[in-house]
């Protein structure tokens, strides 16, 4: 491009068409419901919550009585309900499964494991679920305060049954759901020839042993679908119709709000009511506190390394901790690790260990060379936003199929957490750190990624209030969701076109025949009448 | 919703994070190559080239020596190429067009009618296009300039050809293709039991006869679509690659900028790399010039009639004219009329005819009551913008299925051209103006259609640069394009299994069969024996 800078110019004018544009539609509060899944998954719900309260929006979050991590604020209104677990029922779980990821060994049998995980982890949810449908006094409550939207994670069926129930549009925020059912339920097709089957270890181009693996793990993801669901089905069946299923209820929903965008995702087809905000949680930087900037100035040109294994996984076992003291004392950039185990006597200087760390403004700095993460979503895409190079150490849930997509772009080093050793750390971290092509690559994402028409919060907000002024978005509701399998595709059609096409074919075939024989009769009554 | 008008503030925030966006992404003036579609296609693409130019690109603008509507400007530069016709013989293929429309019966065979046209068309168009490929001169210059991209209208196949042998990456710029090449070429699914096939008459909720309907009419648009390409796909074939279709060279594009929306069209599969800017042609408005403003005002409360056929019909047979002279002068409406034919003697005084008309303008005007429109997609969307119910009269082209969405919507009706009688015209105006349904409905339209994000011109902008910033935007592009039809649908894969599990099958039952025998065989001995 040439001479003359005028993105200021540019960038007011569409400021002021913008702000020109919504003045033309003006927008009170509205009564937003929300009801969010527990875990990670809360914390980006919460940038959107806290954003719609600002807004003027009158927010109300549903919180169970024991929870890893949604809590109520200031910024929020919220309606505690109670559930049938104690916090340390919930804690064991969530320790089981975190005491797990550290020794059990990745491969196929992940797949199954990461099924029995998430099976344990959504039945006692499913159960608080329940409490919450049954407890009379909070449901009346909801009832009278006339929502006009829930925001809801479909990753657990209480939203979209609340929705139902309370008789108001659903949007949802989301990654995914397992087995790929928010595809299916958004009737979005995913030609299995170029869209990889999730922990099939495939990318959108595949050789044809990748596309037989792929089409075969398609089958076997239905067969998940329903053994993952099992529950959720007999939920959304005895609250809502019997034999109405899971998918059905889900795809009610007004609109997708994906936590995800196409320098994460292979491009694939997409529907009309999907809208994708992946990176909404890396919008807002900080400056770090004083001692911390301090630390990772000092790491000069070397730069420093941020550590974590996310919001869930805040310690290891001291034998693996002490594999990453050994590696980081051998290296001369600094890390900053949050970490509540216990430190080693002999712990290396220039690794600050912390409780909890600002995890993006951290990224966001200057200095930042490597990002150790686990692979969940909101860290990949801190990563992204900031452009740096990540070394990943994938534990459950998606985060194995989230670095595989790392790492084939370029940008990231994938190691095991079972089987590392400060050997291959360090070999790995002195790749990342040096080869200058993964710095390279995760630049060119991180341009791509920034470079869109609408901020991924904005384009949030404005999706929820579209669906409060419209009441839904049934314009962008394709009518797929009122053909059964056979009708979508047509097969009824075929069938009765074969079945004219036999008829006119034997027809034709039947009189053919019958003027053969006429003709031979005549032929043979002649013959011999001479 | 309820109190506390807050949409300034959030006008503001959004448009400071606008701002801020931009900033972070440096825009400068960069090369853009124009290659319009002669006639109404460029009307609206006249837009988004006069915005790149006032905002810093250097456009260039390629204008055949002769041509309808595409001309030089002081808003943009222009490349002046020969034709091998004249504008006499342009105007006589143009006339030819014109003459039938008022004579010929719609129907089935109007899909024909319509495929000869285009190809009428289309054809000399081809010619001009080969005349440009071999002006070394210009061509040398084009290629010495540097461009960055391309914007261009695939409708016709040059603007393709030119990004190929220049190298650079195309932006499509349509309201979509003969026979949905468009899709094809984008490889966008489109499932036949909800997505109409055009001229089918169908919606998205579709009987089984019309499931049918629609299944068959998409074979015969497989046949039409071959016959109508056929001159395209030798000039890819002879120019860019021998056996190269039009269909693969289009499918190289980087962008597609599609004139529709969500409140035209019926929702469906999209892809990562379209941008729907339906509308773009409505955001300018201007104040009327005052003797109109003084005669559409004096229509009182009755208010006034938009009547165009189009920027390429403005004329009709003197007794087609007299129906709706005669239709004119029995309603208290007014009415501004397009039309540069004769005028009766016993004109109505409520008509004022006008060779040109301020067509978005005058439908912005609060008294505007009822748009008639040939039903072009440029008025259609001036008629959504500014809340119009429509009278529709489609004469050509993609017309008669743009007029069928707005009638099944209930914002329009529709009479033919050739059998109008000055009573049924009455009858149809009274029932749009008096029957509030229409107006109520077309307010929902306009208000859901207004309601998004981005406005179209800002959009369509934004994309023109994003593809210059990045070459191209490859991280939307799906790896279906590299794949055939067999593999596309795993058909291969699918043989694969099948002659698998046969002869998995054949060789169980081969190795039971064995052993059965062999089982008997000593079954008989140790009778015989006994």
Known sequence: MRSGVWFSTLGLVASLAWLCCLSLRPVEGGKVLVMPVDGSHWLSMKILVKELTRLG?????????????????????????????TKDELDSIFNRLREGVFKQPPGIEDLFVNVRRLINFTSIQVEGCEYLLNNEPVM????????????????????????????????????????????KAAQCPSPRSYVPVFFSGNTDIMT??????????????????KVMYVHFDDLVSRYIERGMTFKDLVSQGAMWLLRYDFTFDWPKPIMPNMAFIGGINCAKKAPL???LEEFVNGSGDDGFIVFTLGSMVSNMPEEKAKTFFDAFRQIPQRVVWRYTGTLPDDAPKNVRVMKWLPQNDLLAHPKARLFITHGGTHGIYEGICNAVPMLMFPLFGDQGDNVHRMVVRGVAEKLSM???????????????????????????????????????????????????????????????HDLN??????????????????TVVGLTLKCCIFCTRKCCKKGTAKRKSE
């Open 57 to 85: 929006h009158e927010v109300v979050v549903l919180v169970p009585e024991t929870s890893l991590l949604i809590q109520g604020s200031d910024s929020y209104k919220t309606e505690i309900y109670k559930v049938p677990f």
């Open 140 to 183: 009346s409550r909801l009832k009278s305060k006339g929502f006009e939207v829930m925001l809801t994670d479909p990753f657990l069926p209480c939203g979209p049954i609340l929705a139902h129930i309370l008789s108001i549009p659903a949007v949802y925020f989301l990654r995914g759901l397992p087995c790929e059912l928010d595809l």
């Open 208 to 225: 044809f042993p990748q596309r037989v693996k792929n089409f075969m793990m398609s089958f076997l993801e239905s067969y998940l679908c």
């Open 289 to 291: 506190p004083a001692d």
């Open 418 to 480: 079972h089987d590392v050793s400060t050997e291959t750390l360090l070999a790995a971290l002195n790749k990342i750190i040096h080869d200058k092509s993964y710095k390279e690559k995760i630049d060119e994402l991180s341009a791509v990624h920034h470079d869109r028409p609408v901020q991924p919060l904005d384009l949030a907000v404005f999706w929820m209030e579209f669906v409060m002024r419209h009441k839904g978005a049934s314009h962008l509701r394709v009518a797929a």
């Open 485 to 502: 399998w056979i009708q979508y595709h047509n097969l009824d059609v075929f069938g009765f076109l074969v079945i004219i096409l036999i």
